[in-house]
């Protein structure tokens, strides 16, 4: 029902009448009692419950403390849509909001719905500022008008809401405990403790079996269009996979230019830059593409299988060691000589085809859930636009 036609009851609210920015900070996270930190790469995308976090005593630099029930909002590349419901106490990113009910006029409840619909992340989209990381800021989220029932028709919604967000997490409860086991598999089978390391360029192509992407004189960003050919950057790379959703692109012309950048199927995907835990397998509906700005791309040399270096790339035993070795203090970088280096350990050659015969499975039925996950999320956008008046 469009809002010009709601309940007369329902007040037109500005979110920074009802909603407020919390501020506290920790300046010794250890020592205050924290014990775990949350990063904006710890958050998925439509999933309100936190799964992931990093210890603090691993180490970190991020001091915003966040409560039990507080929302926290990626405001970084807002079209991410990453919202989540705390459920502990901790510390997190800077590119994450703290927010939490202002006053009694807001359910506490129904606040993380009301940041999930699709008119709050158009009004974050829009008012971000910036071309790389585009963020928005608290001035512009608390100007977002929207309108707001009384308290008993909010735990009437919030109630009809949770029903079908229970739909939504029951599945997400699955892809982690496939998620879990496919990182066990990883980390026993492709430990460099267990099986002898060699480094990467060892098992690529010579010359440029590991090619970074194209730098700013090659690639501007006035070559973008609407159509043409596809240009994966890192915001691409999500489970393993490249993501066309929004995916930058150029004319074929300005492609060809760019030929030496091309992507192969069986190519692995890196980023250069900034949250080097992601990465994605180059299939064959992707081969032509581009491996954009940001990215590195790594060619292994036949016959061994590509699959078997992009799960030890995707071992813990490999991303601790990339960011270990990465260079640059505000944003890890790394090249194509750090890359080189990563040592791949790899199981012999029968046990590791059964450990892809297992992989490859469990990769086919987290494909299957998570378009499962896809369908019920649509359902509940549906749920939510039509129960706030926004459908």
Same mark, same amino acid.
């Given at each position: 029902?469009?809002?010009?036609?709601?309940?007369?009851?329902?007040?037109?609210?500005?979110?920074?009448?009802?909603?407020?920015?919390?501020?506290?900070?920790?300046?010794?996270?250890? !020592?205050? !009692?924290?014990?775990?930190?949350?990063?904006?790469?710890?958050?998925?995308?439509? #999933?309100?419950?936190?799964?992931?976090?990093?210890?603090?005593? #691993?180490?970190?630099?991020?001091?915003?403390? %966040?409560?039990?029930?507080? =929302?926290?909002?990626?405001?970084?590349?807002?079209?991410?849509?990453?919202?989540?419901?705390?459920?502990?106490?901790?510390?997190?990113?800077?590119?994450?909001?703290?927010?939490?009910?202002?006053?009694?006029?807001?359910?506490?409840?129904?606040?993380?719905? =009301?940041?999930?619909?699709?008119?709050?992340?158009?009004?974050?989209?829009?008012?971000?500022?910036?071309?790389?990381?585009?963020?928005?800021?608290?001035?512009?989220?608390?100007?977002?008008? %929207?309108?707001?029932?009384? $308290?008993?028709?909010?735990?009437? =919604?919030?109630?009809? /809401?949770?029903?079908?967000?229970?739909?939504?997490?029951?599945?997400?409860? @699955?892809?982690?405990? @496939?998620?879990?086991?496919?990182?066990?598999?990883?980390?026993?089978?492709?430990?460099?403790?267990?099986?002898?390391?060699?480094?990467?360029?060892?098992?690529?192509?010579? !010359?440029?079996?590991?090619? /970074?992407?194209?730098?700013?004189?090659?690639?501007?960003?006035?070559?973008?269009?609407?159509?043409?050919?596809?240009?994966?950057?890192?915001?691409?790379?999500?489970?393993?996979?490249?993501?066309?959703?929004?995916?930058?692109?150029?004319?074929?012309?300005?492609?060809?230019?760019?030929?030496?950048?091309?992507?192969?199927?069986?190519?692995?995907?890196?980023?250069?830059?900034?949250?080097? #835990?992601?990465?994605?397998?180059?299939?064959?509906?992707?081969?032509?593409?581009?491996?954009?700005?940001?990215?590195?791309?790594?060619?292994?040399?036949?016959? $061994?299988?590509?699959?078997?270096?992009?799960?030890?790339?995707?071992?813990?035993?490999?991303?601790?060691?990339?960011?270990?070795?990465?260079?640059?203090?505000?944003?890890?970088?790394?090249?194509?000589?750090?890359?080189?280096?990563?040592? /791949?350990?790899?199981?012999?050659?029968?046990?590791?085809?059964?450990?892809?015969?297992?992989?490859?499975?469990?990769? /086919?039925?987290?494909?299957?859930?998570?378009?499962?996950?896809?369908?019920?999320?649509?359902?509940?956008?549906?749920?939510?636009?039509?129960?706030?008046?926004?459908?």
């Amino acid at each position: 029902m469009p809002e010009a036609r709601l309940n007369k009851a329902w007040a037109r609210v500005a979110f920074g009448d009802v909603v407020k920015l919390s501020k506290e900070r920790s300046s010794d996270p250890e !020592g205050d !009692g924290f014990e775990r930190y949350v990063g904006l790469e710890h958050i998925e995308s439509g #999933d309100l419950k936190i799964r992931r976090w990093g210890d603090i005593a #691993d180490g970190t630099t991020f001091t915003r403390v %966040f409560r039990p029930g507080q =929302i926290l909002f990626g405001k970084r590349r807002a079209y991410q849509r990453k919202v989540a419901v705390a459920d502990f106490s901790g510390v997190c990113s800077g590119d994450i909001y703290v927010l939490e009910p202002k006053n009694s006029n807001l359910l506490r409840e129904l606040l993380p719905f =009301i940041c999930q619909t699709d008119r709050f992340f158009e009004h974050a989209v829009g008012t971000s500022a910036g071309s790389l990381s585009p963020r928005t800021n608290w001035e512009s989220l608390a100007s977002y008008e %929207f309108a707001l029932p009384p $308290l008993e028709e909010q735990r009437r =919604i919030q109630s009809v /809401i949770a029903a079908a967000t229970g739909m939504v997490d029951g599945l997400a409860d @699955c892809i982690t405990r @496939c998620e879990t086991l496919v990182a066990a598999i990883r980390k026993s089978q492709f430990d460099p403790a267990r099986y002898q390391p060699v480094p990467l360029a060892q098992l690529c192509d010579d !010359g440029d079996g590991i090619q /970074i992407g194209p730098f700013g004189a090659q690639l501007h960003q006035s070559d973008y269009e609407a159509d043409g050919v596809p240009v994966v950057m890192p915001i691409n790379m999500r489970n393993n996979r490249i993501v066309a959703d929004g995916i930058a692109r150029v004319s074929e012309r300005k492609a060809r230019s760019l030929q030496v950048h091309r992507v192969e199927e069986g190519d692995i995907l890196l980023p250069r830059r900034g949250e080097l #835990d992601r990465r994605a397998y180059v299939h064959e509906s992707s081969a032509g593409w581009i491996c954009g700005t940001g990215s590195i791309r790594v060619r292994v040399h036949p016959p $061994l299988p590509s699959l078997a270096v992009l799960h030890s790339l995707a071992s813990p035993h490999s991303v601790r060691w990339l960011k270990a070795n990465a260079v640059g203090t505000t944003m890890p970088n790394l090249n194509t000589k750090i890359v080189g280096n990563v040592p /791949i350990a790899l199981p012999p050659a029968n046990a590791l085809k059964e450990v892809l015969v297992a992989l490859r499975g469990l990769d /086919i039925r987290l494909v299957a859930l998570r378009e499962r996950q896809t369908r019920a999320h649509r359902v509940r956008q549906h749920v939510l636009a039509t129960a706030l008046g926004l459908g």
